[in-house]
């Protein structure tokens, strides 16, 4: 079989060294070559043509987030962030991820992580789907920020409508790439949960609203769910919306994923159907699928993305599996299919 072959940039030689270490110890992965900022990584992409490559982000001379686009324009390949990804950080680590960075690892306590290998399963694990996912690579420019002058809510009214999205790896571009096309109005809510660690989802909900037509929260214990606003699970906590159309969020350890998308289909199930639109990813595992088919069981529409754009083909290959999506269709055909569902369901 086949190893995997990698490139590890960081400017420590101590990260380098523990990273190569850490990669080593899988046998499907051979480490090509270390870099030690973004102008070497450049170089050695050019000459050791590796399959993946982990990036971190500040690093002298070239960092990360200018070497993620030379590496996109010049010569695509996947590459996984693995950096000390604080709470400052969050927003470029969006900017990384829209720019086609497939997905990160937080280094678990700072620039130079002696604990790294706290972080060695999900290293690994990234990597290999990094490499799996190489085939629907694709660089991003930053989307253009979208005015909300158009929309202004008249009566901000308890949302009668919801569309309900579940994402994991591959999300935020995704996200964008779908709410950018979707249309806002006076009864319907956009929910979203989206598997990220707590100190990005306040920067995710800020680009949400930033960079479509949906002005988003972060979503907060006992906000009511209004029309035509979005709101996105923060990071740690599950999310469900109560038979008074409020948000509750809560800890529950039956749960892989914090926040689970599960727990949000289940509620709008009871809540909104059939006046509801239920959307699965990207993503590894099946987090959402039986959500999804108890959407469907009780008449709401329900749409899977589709193994053609799919970074990862997990979550809704689960859910087509269960039989749980009416429709099974790529990201650029999403929006379309949500605009008509809602407008059947408004007739």
């Known amino acids: 079989m086949k190893k995997v ?23 499907e992965i051979e480490v090509v070559g270390t870099a030690r900022n973004g102008l070497d990584a450049l170089e ?34 996947p590459v996984v962030i693995v950096s000390s990804l604080t709470q400052d950080e969050a927003p470029i680590t969006m900017e990384l991820l829209d720019l086609g960075a497939f997905d990160y690892v937080p280094k678990p306590s700072g620039t130079i992580s002696l ?18 996912s190489r085939n629907r690579l694709r660089s991003r420019f930053t989307a253009p920020r979208i005015s909300k002058a158009s929309f202004r809510p008249s ?23 779908i709410l950018q096309e979707c249309e806002v ?36 214990k006992g906000q009511a769910v209004l029309g035509g606003f979005g709101y996105l699970a923060p990071g740690g906590w599950h999310m469900e919306v109560t038979e008074n159309k409020r948000i509750r969020l809560f800890k529950d350890d039956k749960y892989i994923y914090y926040p689970s998308v599960d727990v949000l289909f289940e509620s709008v199930a009871k809540v909104f159907c059939p006046n509801a639109v239920g959307v699965l990813l990207t993503g590894i595992g099946k987090d959402g699928a039986e959500g999804l088919l108890k959407m469907k069981e009780c008449g709401c529409h329900t749409i899977a993305e589709s193994e053609e754009t799919a970074v990862v083909y997990g979550m809704p290959r689960a859910a087509k599996e269960l039989g749980a999506a009416l429709e099974i269709l790529p990201s650029y055909r999403i929006a379309g299919a949500v605009r008509r569902a809602l407008l059947r369901m408004r007739k």
């Open 5 to 27: 072959r990698v490139l590890v940039v960081d400017d420590s030689a101590f990260m380098r060294k523990a990273i190569r270490e850490i990669l080593e110890s899988d046998s």
């Open 44 to 77: 050695k992409i050019s000459s050791l043509n590796p399959d993946v490559v982990t990036l971190d982000i500040n690093m002298p001379v070239m960092d990360g987030k200018e070497a993620l686009k030379r590496i996109m324009e010049e010569n695509p390949v």
């Open 115 to 132: 604990d790294i290998h706290k972080v060695s399963r999900e290293i690994i694990s990234k990597v290999k789907q990094a490499y799996r």
């Open 155 to 177: 009566e901000r009214g308890l949302a009668e409508y919801v569309v309900a999205i579940g994402i994991s790896t591959g999300g935020p571009a995704t996200l964008l790439d």
């Open 185 to 220: 109005d006076n009864k319907t809510a956009y929910l979203v949960v989206q598997h990220m660690p707590p100190q990005f989802t306040p920067s995710l909900a800020k680009r949400l609203s930033e960079y479509t037509p949906i002005q988003f929260h972060h979503a907060s």
